[in-house]
Each structure stands twice: as C-alpha cells, then as structure tokens.
C-alpha cells in the first residue's frame, strides 16, 4: 500500500528528494505521514484538499476488508 502511496504523492511532487514517509503501526491502524517540502504542499493537497482526498479514498478502497485501516497525513517537512 506505501508503493500507490508514493507512487501518487511523487507524481504531484517536484522536489522528489525532499519528500520522506514515516509509517507507525497501531493495534487498529497503520498510520502514514508524508513529510513534503513547502512547495510542494500546495500540488499534492490539491485545491480544497481534492487530490489529498482522493488519494485517502483509493488507498481506503484498495485496502482488503479485514485489515487494518490505513490514515495518511500529509504535512510539512521540517528543515
């Protein structure tokens, strides 16, 4: 699931060396966290969030039934 997760987030990206993915497993969910460089924010969120939340519905689509549910947030990369 982490490769259609960087395959989407690195198509919108520019700076593709400056993007870096944190994933933490918990006992319900696996949560993902896209760090991203300040000029890239803008491209992979979308306007009003629309590719952002695209990508959560193709992840959670993708996702098999009995597992875990996937969370991704995207934020900004600290320098």
């Not at 060396?17 to 991203?36: G, K, M, Q």
């Not at 979308?46 to 959560?56: E, S």
């Amino acid at each position: 699931m982490l490769d259609l997760i960087k395959y989407i987030v690195e198509t919108f990206a520019e700076n593709k060396e400056h993007i870096s993915y944190a994933v933490e497993e918990t006992a319900d969910a696996i949560n993902v966290t896209v760090s991203l460089s300040d000029s890239d924010m803008g491209k992979v969120i979308g306007k009003q969030g629309k590719i952002a939340k695209a990508l959560r519905t193709l992840v959670r689509c993708k996702t098999p039934r009995d597992s875990k549910k996937y969370n991704i947030e995207i934020k900004e990369r600290e320098e």
